[in-house]
């Protein structure tokens, strides 16, 4: 479990881009962080990391403090930033050389996420693309088998077959025990995966519901006649209509579409804080 | 395992510090023989085998050690690979004492094997070179002789090594990009700054002061005569041992502090 306690961060002490920041992320969820750009996503993997240390405030993972970077946290946690790091190896090198560290780690799953990937490594893996590099990461970190894994836009920079790959094999690896943490502006790209969201502005934490919460709060449809007497979160023109995020009263399901969601919180804020306060 | 140190997993860290960048790592130390064997041969074909012996000893051992401990700890220079050599799961004090085992004792150990094999090279080429049959060929022959690495000029370089290297370790924590290059200007001006304000307090203590070297010996020239004045050996030796162990050590144990809170 992570738990965020009145987490204030900010890279200057003057601006502060979080105040007072509690949250909790239980064991067994896909988590989506979505925030714009510049919103503060990275900066808060990085704090549950270790890599950034909050200016007042706790973070902790299964009881220990990412601060500290102790080694029994650090095989705990596998944090895959938006721009990957490898070096002029081979992927026999690079497993005999990191893979060691974490104990948990299995060679055969890492060949079956590669395969999954569509990964071929023939030589150094500096030689690969960007995505491919990005892909090796990922499946390298899932193989640790950490009971945390922190992913900073893994999906930038993957074509779009390899988003779709990306996302089954994040719900093939989900177990009880772990916690899988994903931050991106790209809602699409987390479409029928997570099933918590997180979203950031500003420094505040707008919304942070489950899908089914979200589900039973929420109801998104098109409709020619926008419906009076109804709370609506957000609406766009398209060309069968107008699409809308409203509140549910009837309980009905709909399928969520994130990206209106993400645009619904961050123009509606207050108006979130009510349909989701309200019970 | 245990958190702070632990025997297998440093073993672990020190191998893939190693191995990971094998062009830096083994490219410096090629680069520094490299420099160190050409300044050998320029030097004792143009002055004469002892000064090359000083001149490369100090170039290769100062320049490549330098640039050997400002890279151990160059993850930094780039956001993934800084954040990946943070979340590695080791220790600060095993990454840190990776650093110092690399910089301090791996290079040097290989530098001063090194420099004993091309040295012996050198000294026998120019021992050979003697015509025996010459009148002065004994003494010829036993004024040169390997370079000794307890000498007092060999002793001064060590000092300014792990001084110089501890700082380059050092500032290659708080820069992200070209920190030798950084470090080094530091170094220069603190050194430069030092030189200055040492001579001008010394030329009000004395007069006809002709060069004065911090912490060390003031020379005065009246004439033709030349006069030294050196530190009494107590001050003399206090310095010596606050510049070879607790300066180094400061440095050293700051890298540390600055390992453990390094942010990125």
């Not at chain 1, 020619?224 to 060309?239: C, G």
């Amino acid at each position: 479990m992570i738990d965020i306690s009145n987490l204030s961060f900010g890279y200057s002490n003057k601006h502060l881009l979080y105040k007072n920041l509690s949250l909790s992320i239980q064991n067994g969820n896909i988590y989506g962080l979505l925030g714009k750009n510049g919103a503060g996503k990275s900066t808060l993997l990085k704090n549950i990391a270790g890599i950034l240390f909050p200016t007042d405030g706790n973070v902790t993972v299964d009881e220990m403090n990412p601060k500290r970077r102790n080694p029994s946290f650090l095989r705990t946690v596998y944090y895959i930033p938006e721009e990957v790091y490898v070096p002029a190896l081979t992927i026999k090198q690079y497993l005999s050389l990191f893979a060691v560290f974490y104990p948990n780690f299995n060679v055969e799953q890492l060949h079956k996420y590669l395969k999954e990937l569509e990964v071929e490594v023939p030589g150094k893996l500096n030689a690969l693309s960007f995505g491919q590099q990005k892909k090796f990461i990922i499946a390298f970190g899932l193989a640790c088998n950490t009971k945390v894994i922190l992913m900073d836009e893994p999906t930038n920079g993957l074509d779009i077959p390899s988003k779709s790959q990306f996302r089954k094999l994040i719900a093939s690896v989900m177990t009880e025990e772990r916690i899988i943490f994903i931050s991106t502006h790209q809602t699409r790209d987390l479409e029928n995966l997570i099933d918590q969201v997180i979203i950031v502005d500003n420094g505040q934490l707008l919304l942070h519901a489950s899908i089914e919460e979200i589900s039973q709060k929420l109801y998104f449809e098109t409709v020619s006649v926008i419906p009076a007497n109804n709370k609506i979160l957000y609406r766009e023109n398209d060309l069968k209509g107008t699409s809308i995020v409203r509140e549910n009263l009837t309980g009905e399901d709909s399928r969520i579409n994130l990206e209106y969601l993400f645009n619904g919180v961050t123009a509606e804020p207050q108006l979130t804080k009510e349909i989701f306060q309200n019970n | 395992m245990n958190d702070t140190f632990n025997i297998t997993r440093f073993g672990w860290l020190f191998r893939k510090s190693i191995l990971e960048r094998p062009t830096l790592i083994l490219g410096s130390i090629a680069a520094t023989m490299a420099i160190t064997f050409l300044c050998y041969a320029f030097v004792q074909a143009t002055i004469g085998v002892e000064r090359a012996q000083v001149v490369s000893f100090m170039a290769g051992f100062f320049i490549g050690g330098s640039l050997m401990a400002s890279s151990v700890f160059n993850y930094f220079s780039s956001n993934a690979s800084g954040s990946s050599f943070l979340m590695l799961p080791a220790s600060h004090f095993e990454k840190w004492l990776c650093g110092i085992l690399t910089a301090g004792v791996l290079f040097t150990l290989i530098f001063l094997g090194f420099y004993r094999v091309i040295d012996i090279f050198f000294v026998n080429h120019y021992r050979n070179g003697l015509d025996p049959n010459s009148p002065g060929y004994q003494n010829l022959y036993h004024s040169v002789d390997v370079f000794a690495f307890d000498n007092r000029i060999a002793q001064r370089i060590y000092l300014m090594y792990v001084n110089v290297g501890a700082t380059m370790l050092l500032g290659s924590l708080y820069f992200k990009k070209v920190s030798y290059i950084k470090v080094a200007l530091i170094i220069c001006t603190f050194v430069g700054c030092t030189y200055l304000l040492n001579l001008v307090f010394i030329t009000f203590l004395f007069k006809h002061v002709d060069a004065a070297n911090p912490f060390d010996h003031v020379f005065l020239k009246v004439g033709n005569e030349v006069g030294l004045i050196g530190l009494p050996y107590p001050l003399d030796n206090a310095f010596h041992i606050l510049s070879l162990y607790i300066v180094p050590a400061i440095l050293l144990l700051v890298a540390y502090l600055r390992l453990t809170e390094k942010e990125f």
